[in-house]
Nanobody
Framework: VQLQASGGGLVQAGGSLRLSCAAS????????ITWFRQAPGKEREFVAG???????YYSESVEGRFTIARDNAKNTVYLQMSSLKPEDTAVYYC????????????????WGQGTQVTVSS
């Protein structure tokens, strides 16, 4: 199983970025894809998750600003991030597990390599 995260970069506060997570080596429809992030000195935290059915889950800190979506034909999940804030600065990781979106990193079997998002004030 491979998860390839991409799309990070440097953006000013209030700007937008779109992250992508391309999955291979798994039956994509059986897996949920979730984004986590980890800022320096902090624990990895849940950001957003999506099931094959389209059920969406967001952390309170990003709800209303971030949108998660999946393209099952392309085995890819996207995280559209808008109204970015300096506190969104972190390495963003996508992760996969079967069937159910859970919010603890230890509950995920597969991880992408991470992509850096830096929001300047």
């Amino acid at each position: 199983v491979q998860l390839q995260a991409s799309g990070g970069g440097l953006v000013q506060a209030g700007g937008s970025l779109r992250l992508s997570c391309a999955a291979s080596g798994l039956t994509f429809n059986n897996y949920v894809i979730t984004w986590f992030r980890q800022a320096p000195g902090k624990e990895r935290e849940f950001v957003a998750g999506i099931r094959r059915s389209g059920d969406l889950y967001y952390s309170e800190s990003v709800e209303g600003r971030f949108t998660i979506a999946r393209d099952n034909a392309k085995n890819t999940v996207y995280l559209q991030m808008s109204s970015l804030k300096p506190e969104d600065t972190a390495v963003y990781y996508c992760a996969a597990r079967q069937f159910v979106v859970l919010t603890y990193p230890t509950q995920y079997n597969f991880w992408g390599q991470g992509t850096q998002v830096t929001v300047s004030s």
